[in-house]
């Protein structure tokens, strides 16, 4: 199955909402699922970038900071 979650906090900010969805990911991947997770980010010259992080996508959506 894919999954995509959509959350406003991930790796490397460390939040407890942050951490929380890192382990749901990693369970995730564990059990088989493809998991894809978009964040935004700031400070990141590209609109968006994509990346491998234990078995879980991440697509890290340039935002402003706020």
Request: glycine share 6%; aromatic share 6%.
């Given at each position: 199955?894919?999954?995509v979650i959509i959350?406003?906090?991930?790796?490397p900010f460390r939040s407890s909402a942050a951490i929380q969805i890192?382990?749901?990911?990693s369970e995730f991947v564990l059990q088989g699922?493809?998991?894809i997770v978009v964040t935004p980010t700031s400070?990141?010259?590209?609109?968006?970038?994509?990346?491998?992080?234990?078995?879980?996508?991440?697509?890290?959506?340039?935002a402003?900071?706020?």
């Open positions: 199955m894919r999954v959350v406003d906090a991930y790796k890192e382990d749901l990911a699922h493809e998991v400070g990141q010259k590209q609109s968006w970038v994509e990346e491998v992080d234990n078995g879980v996508n991440l697509l890290r959506l340039s402003p900071i706020t």
